[in-house]
């Protein structure tokens, strides 16, 4: 368990060369060893860091009441010039958000990022994490420009080292582009979303999840403009992926299925539409209630 103490007992090198260390588990009546368990605790992070921590384990274990409890434990003891501080509000903010709370989300973000200014250099990589989150917040309340305006924001940091935050950044363009399809601007749509088939295909593999998500965001821009060889291209591309992914029989497969026999019905090719759809149907109907829309 973290922060388990063990006494060294021997160590020695066996005749091929392997170095054996036996230790036995100390506990914290040794009187040998409470002097290590004092310098131990005295030299940890404090308990503020535990707190955060443990905070952050119990908010992905989606006890979120409970982590609220800590971060708003912390938020109360520690100074403003205190670095956790920030994180505490940024994840405040990312609960209140997953409860649907959006103005209580964004003005737990707007207060992470006023103390973070005055503690952190303004391009640190924490700040992309508290724009993008206002992006989402402002994106849920159908704010449009604010939304694309915090995503770029987000974009503008992580762009400093692509490497390591391409996943971030092509999810951030992809949120931008689904932003203009919702807004009807299909055509900037479209020019985001291959912006984040090029970085997917880029740093990942060709049957990766994320790039069959790409395709079928593309096809159904393509299939919006009309464009319907394009679109039935790229649903096809994405659904070669999920074949991958998914067993035969899985609905994600169906509504593969069904976007394609949409297609082909738009494109008058009646049969090929009917061969979709009764392939999707099927698939339905195995796995789906019989009252199910």
């Known amino acids: 368990m973290l922060g388990s103490i063990f006494q060294l007992k021997n160590i020695h090198q066996d005749d091929n060369g392997l170095w054996i260390v036996e230790m036995v588990l100390s ?41 609220k409890k800590y971060y708003s434990r912390l938020c109360n003891e ?75 924001k987000a974009l503008i940091i992580w762009k400093q080292s692509v490497d390591d935050n391409y996943l971030n950044i092509a999810e951030c363009i992809n949120n931008i582009g689904i932003i203009y399809k919702h807004d009807k601007d299909y055509l900037i749509a479209l020019d985001y979303f291959k912006k984040t088939l090029n970085i997917l295909e880029k740093y990942v593999t060709n049957d990766d999840f994320d790039i069959s998500k790409a395709h079928c965001n593309i096809a159904s821009t393509y299939r919006t403009l009309e464009e319907y060889d394009l679109a039935l291209e790229h649903y096809q591309l994405s659904f070669k992926i999920l074949e991958k992914h998914y067993l035969s029989d899985h609905p994600n497969i169906a509504k593969a299925l069904g976007n394609m026999g949409i297609v082909y019905a738009l494109k008058r090719d009646e049969d090929q539409a009917l061969s979709y759809y009764e392939r999707a149907a099927d698939i339905y109907r195995n796995t789906l209630p019989p009252t199910h829309k």
């Open 27 to 67: 506990n914290r009546t040794n009187t040998q060893l409470k002097p290590i368990f004092t310098d131990y605790k005295d030299d940890d992070d404090d308990d503020d860091l535990d707190l955060l921590s443990f905070g952050c384990i119990l908010e992905k274990m989606n006890e979120l009441d409970e982590a």
């Open 78 to 152: 520690l100074s403003d010039d205190d670095e956790s501080i920030g994180s505490c509000l940024l994840n405040l903010g990312n609960i209140d958000f997953i409860k649907h709370n959006y103005d209580a989300s964004l003005d737990w973000l707007s207060k992470s990022l006023d103390i973070s200014l005055r503690t952190l250099q303004p391009n640190d990589m924490f700040f992309a994490r508290i724009y993008y989150g206002m992006g989402h917040a402002y994106n849920q309340k159908d704010d449009s420009k604010s939304a694309i305006e915090y995503y770029d």
